[in-house]
C-alpha cells in the first residue's frame, strides 16, 4: 500500500507529485486545502518517497496502486491534483476509473509524449558515491557539477534522509529510474478520452504545456480549461504557490 500523509476531514483530495518528488513536496498547500474542507490524501507514488520499492514501474501500475489506496481507504467521488508524472497518473487514473473521480487538477503536465530529458539530474544522482559515506553538504556538492541549479539540487535533497547513523540515502529508487526512465515519458493511450471537469495549469515559463498541445488535450479533454501562472516554471506549485491554490480553490467551488 503506498504510503501517505493525511490532512483535515471533508472532500477527498488526492495529491500525487512529479517525479523524483515526495508527499512532502506538498505539505504546504496540502494544510491549506485542508483548512477549506478537504481530506487531503499526500501520497508517495511506488519508488518513491516511504513508498515501497519495486523493479516494476510503469503508468499503469501506479494507477492500480492510486486506485487500490482509494478502495482501501474508502474514498469515492475524489478530487485529484498531479504534478507532472503524477499528473500523467492523474490522468490515466481518471481515463481508467472515471467512476472514482469528481474534479482533476493536471498541473504542468499534458497526455503528449516528451523525450528523455533527464539525462542531466540522472548524471548527477548516479555520481553520488554513498559508500564513502558523504555528509549532505558533500552531496550537495557533488550534484552541483550535472546540476548547477540550486532549486533543482534542493528539490532533489528533499528525498536525502539517514538511513542510519552516518549513512546517508535517496529513499526514490534510483536503480528502476535509471533503467526505465522512458517510461517517464510515454504519452497517454490516443484513445482515451475523460468527459470529467478538468483544469491544466502550465507555468507560463514552461515547455510542457505549449500553445500548439491544447488542440490535443481538448480532444481527449473536452471538458477541460487551461490557465497559466505568468513568471513560473515546471515547479509553478512552489514558485506561486498563492496564484496556484486560488486557481485551484476557484475551480473545486465551481
Known sequence: MLYSKIEGSGQPLVIMHGFLGM???WKTLGVQFAAEGFEVHLLD?????????????????????????????????????????????????????????????????????????????????????????????????????????????????KSLYWKEPGQLAFRFNLNVFNQKIEQIGRPLPEDSYVDLPT???????SKYIEDNDIPEIKRQFPNSEIKTILGAGHWLHAENPALFFEFCMDFFKK
Open 23 to 25: 508527499s512532502d513536496n
Open 45 to 157: 507514488l511506488r519508488n518513491h518517497g516511504r513508498s515501497f520499492h519495486s523493479d516494476d514501474f510503469s503508468y499503469e501500475l501506479m494507477v492500480q496502486d492510486v486506485y487500490d489506496y482509494c478502495k482501501a481507504n474508502s474514498l469515492a467521488n475524489i478530487d485529484i491534483i498531479g504534478h507532472s508524472m503524477g499528473g500523467k497518473v492523474a490522468m490515466l487514473l481518471a481515463a481508467t476509473y472515471p467512476e472514482l473521480i469528481c474534479k482533476l487538477v493536471v498541473a504542468d503536465i499534458g497526455p503528449k509524449y516528451y523525450a528523455p530529458h533527464h539525462q542531466d539530474i540522472l548524471s548527477g544522482l548516479n555520481s553520488v558515491d554513498f559508500s564513502i559515506k558523504p555528509s549532505r553538504n558533500e552531496v550537495d556538492a557533488l550534484l552541483s557539477v550535472a546540476i548547477p541549479d540550486f532549486g533543482t539540487r534542493q528539490f532533489l535533497l
Open 199 to 205: 483544469l491544466f495549469i502550465r507555468g507560463g515559463n
